[in-house]
């Protein structure tokens, strides 16, 4: 897939805004949505999307949904980091498939690094549901608090 093109209203992002795929979700207001990424890299990895922009890429969002976009990341990424305690956090969004994007809806990816613990690849396994629950569970609690 290239940088530029339509955009599919039926890409799974697209459907999980809808509630036709379900996620675990962490965060949704009128216009982000976040979740659990269902193929972690790392332990909290979470995914950030735009629900109004039918955007597929940071090329297409108009600065509106991108600053509500960023904003909600950067909240995030303190629930995570307070909760997970990781000694960094990687804060990534591909554009085009040469990129890395898989998914052609923008979205952002809050990865939290530990030492010693090596990146997963991406969409290699998919995570155990009710360990993503668990962690669901205990950030909701973060985020709620």
Known sequence: MSLYG????????????????????????????????????????TLVIPKRAAARNLLEID???????MRVVQRLTQVLVDELQPDGVQVAQFNGAPAG???????????PRFAGQGLGMHA??????????????RLLQRIRA
């Open 124 to 137: 290699s396994s998919k995570a155990d549901p009710a360990e993503l629950e668990r962690l669901q569970a």
């Open 6 to 45: 339509d955009y599919d209203a039926q890409n799974v992002f697209a459907q999980i805004i809808r509630g036709e795929a379900p996620c675990f979700k962490l965060y949704e207001d009128d216009d982000v949505l976040a979740f659990l990424d269902l193929f972690p890299q790392s332990y909290g990895h």
């Open 101 to 111: 994007q898989t998914v052609f809806h923008i979205h952002v990816h809050i990865v």
């Open 63 to 69: 600065a509106d949904n991108l600053g509500r976009l």
